[in-house]
């Protein structure tokens, strides 16, 4: 398969837009230049945030063959950075622009067996996958981890599609996803395909590695929108260039530098690149490193972080119950 | 009085090719483990090698990073490739396995990796959608590893579209004014012919009866029938197979032996295999053998016929490149179509319908204006 790089902006229609889970909108749109999309693919949409244009990155749910109607579907996260706010509030007959289908997150057709990973809004990058791979004939599984039923977008009609391959695994049912066991029941030739929290992730690639499967065969996307820590306010000092201000909750810390005017050097904003990284030079709290491009070594040195994704937390005792001191992170920048 | 003189044709003169196909890559042997084939296939440059273990590989000939021709890299371990620039390592899936400035991998970093099929002699190679790859849609060149056949070929790269092979092999009237001294006899064009289909193939039968044979049938009747005097019963039987193969099945028998009737016994039998596998819109790789099923011990035999279609292919090539210069300086002619045609527009149509379920036109887009 030939995949998908360029981007080709178009206008799309909304034709639909409705809550399928709690905090999830799947909206449909008509693209007006269509063409079939295919597993892993995702649309970068031009969206409004505080009334400035920008680009946010959803997979492509499901899709009519020949791509004249695609599915988003949405997560509003408490601490969203703006772009979902704008999401969700899409009406039927708004028009917006949007790439035909990128890819970054290719299936590989012939693979032995399949085991493929979701944690939470994830499943709209692996939905596709699965109805492939039955389509197909091909051995796989589909396990949907996530917090609550209630969160879980299309469970039922994966259900129904999927069958005995579908596991679902619901934490605050009891159910939650034993990794280890999950990866130490993967066939040697098998891949698995996950996108999800970088929690998750995480503890998927450590047993993995552990498991001493190949590294190649371990296929993920990052959303760059979870860390081990929620999202907190934080100070962040420039002093080399004399800036400051407060990292907000719903923006990132490359967005914040670009706000205060830094001239910024960034390409993926999904911590995978490594273009964005800053020099760490004091710290009053800990890193919360939310890439993939650092490793583990890396993170330990904390010298420096990929200031797309990556954020600071306090790390102090809580002054009064439920507030504590901002995290105050020192760095210089390229 | 007013004159109609619209004309409408749909026959294309630079064909597109359907993606979801298989085509040859290259010859078995030109694929190794010890180094690695720059070739493009179908529009896509590609970077083809074997493993360690002997499988075909084929990626495409760009790295992720910078798009450097891995085809100048080397291969390393049991089945990587690095690139030539910054080292970058893939795998035989094109999935990358060392960034050597840094730690970790970029997972985003993969380049693409297409079905290969290992057959008949040939490495082949699926461009479209790899779901619809199905083995079984490989045409049959059976003859090419028979042990009832022997023969061998050679690869013409032809400075045309893909199509005018095509078409040079479904009308063989032209051996009379091409190949004059081969294979032409005036014959050919005076004989009728029978043309037949089904949804991906499409057979031109033509007999010759009772006429002299040709040198280079002459020389082959005498090399299984030592001293043959006479006249012979000619057959070209012309079989296409999508999306740009075609097998012919050539050969003359002492005339009146019952050859038409099915009993070739007194006659010598060749199978000229042929596929083409477009490059560009404006050139393509033509492999073909010449198969014979008599005399299999002789390779004297297997290199003199080798020599001999080099030649006659040669003058098909020379043809066809002229051709093409021609279609090209004259932008504002059309194609018009002859009965002798009828083959090579079965062939057409069974190309356009594949490409309108493609989603593509059937005019190449890079055709100049008119075309």
């Not at chain 2, 003359?252 to 490059?279: K, L």
Request: charged content about 25%.
């Amino acid at each position: 398969m030939a995949d998908s790089q360029h981007e080709i902006w178009q206008n799309a229609a909304v034709v639909a837009a409705e809550d399928v889970a709690a905090g999830i909108r799947r909206v449909v749109l008509r693209p007006e230049q269509p063409r079939p999309v295919r597993p892993g693919e995702h649309v970068d949409v031009r969206v409004l945030v505080h009334g400035e244009p920008q680009v946010r990155s959803y997979s492509v749910v499901d899709a009519a063959d020949d791509g004249t109607q695609l599915a988003l579907s949405v997560f509003r996260t408490p601490t969203s950075r703006g772009g979902s706010v704008f999401m969700h509030g899409l009406e039927p007959g708004q028009v917006l622009e949007i790439t035909q289908p990128l890819q970054n997150f290719p299936l590989r057709v012939g693979a032995p067996s399949y085991v493929l990973l979701a944690g939470g809004i994830g499943i709209t990058a692996v939905a596709g996958m699965a109805a492939l791979l039955r389509r197909l004939g091909a051995d796989y599984r589909l396990v949907y981890v996530a917090r609550s039923r209630a969160a879980m977008a299309y469970l039922d009609d994966l259900a129904a599609l999927h069958g005995d391959r579908l596991e679902a695994h619901v934490d605050d049912e009891g159910g939650s996803l034993d990794v280890p066991a999950l990866v130490a029941g993967v066939p040697e030739s098998a891949e698995l395909y996950m996108c999800g929290p970088i929690r998750l992730m995480d503890a998927v690639r450590r047993a993995w590695a552990e498991r001493g499967l190949d590294r190649t065969s371990l296929r993920y996307e990052t959303f760059g929108n979870s860390g081990w820590f929620d999202a907190e306010p934080f100070v962040v000092r420039v002093p080399r260039l004399g800036a400051e201000t407060v990292v907000g909750s719903d923006e990132s810390l490359l967005e914040a530098l670009e706000r205060e005017g830094l001239d910024m050097m960034s390409d993926c904003r999904k911590g995978e690149c490594g273009l964005c990284q800053v020099k760490v030079l004091g710290l009053a709290g800990r890193i919360d490193h939310r890439d993939v491009f650092y490793s583990d070594r890396q993170k330990e040195t904390g010298t420096s972080m990929c200031c797309c994704v990556s954020r600071a937390v306090s790390a102090a005792p809580e002054t009064v119950p439920g507030e504590r001191p901002a995290a105050v992170l020192t760095i210089d920048v390229p | 009085m007013t004159v109609a003189a619209t004309k409408t044709t749909s026959t294309a003169k630079l064909l597109s090719h359907p993606l979801d196909a298989w085509y040859v890559a290259g010859w078995d042997h030109e694929i190794t483990a010890k180094g690695i084939l720059s070739r493009t296939v179908a529009g896509r440059p590609l970077a083809l090698y074997r493993t360690e273990d002997g499988r075909p590989v084929a990626l495409a000939d760009a790295c992720w990073h910078r798009l450097a021709p891995l085809s100048q890299g080397k291969l390393v371990g049991r089945d990587e490739i690095q690139c030539p620039y910054h080292g970058l390592r893939y795998n035989a899936a094109g999935r990358c396995t060392s960034m050597p400035a840094q730690e970790t991998l970029n997972p985003s970093a993969t380049v693409p990796s297409y079905p290969v099929l290992e057959r008949h002699r040939y490495v082949w190679v699926w461009l479209g959608d790899p779901t619809r790859a199905d083995p079984a849609l490989l045409p049959d060149m059976h003859q090419m590893d028979s042990p009832e056949w022997a023969g061998d070929g050679e690869t013409i790269h032809a400075p045309c579209n893909y199509q005018l092979v095509l078409d040079n092999l479904m009308d063989l009237t032209h051996e009379e004014f091409v190949h004059s001294s081969s294979i032409g006899q005036e014959e050919l064009s005076e004989s009728e012919f029978e043309t037949t289909h089904d949804e991906n193939s499409v057979t031109v039968t033509r007999w010759m009866r009772n006429i002299d044979a040709p040198p280079f049938w002459l020389k082959n009747m005498r090399d299984r029938f030592p001293g043959f005097e006479g006249k012979v019963d000619r057959w070209q039987i012309i079989h296409y197979i999508f999306p740009s193969t075609i097998c012919i099945d050539v050969g003359v028998a002492e005339a009146g032996t019952g050859a038409p009737e099915g009993d070739r016994s007194r006659g010598v039998n060749g199978y000229v295999m042929n596929t083409i596998t477009p490059e560009t819109d404006r050139s393509c790789h033509y492999f073909w053998a010449f198969m014979r099923n008599y005399r299999l011990e002789s390779q004297l035999i297997t290199t003199q016929l080798r020599n001999g279609v080099h030649g006659v292919f040669g003058e098909d090539e020379a043809m066809l490149q002229a051709q093409q210069a021609a279609i090209d300086a004259n932008p504002e002619h059309e194609f018009y179509n002859l009965n002798i045609d009828m083959g090579g527009m079965w062939v057409r149509r069974l190309l356009e319908r594949a490409l309108e379920a493609e989603g593509r036109p059937a005019a190449s887009p890079t055709a100049p204006a008119g075309a």
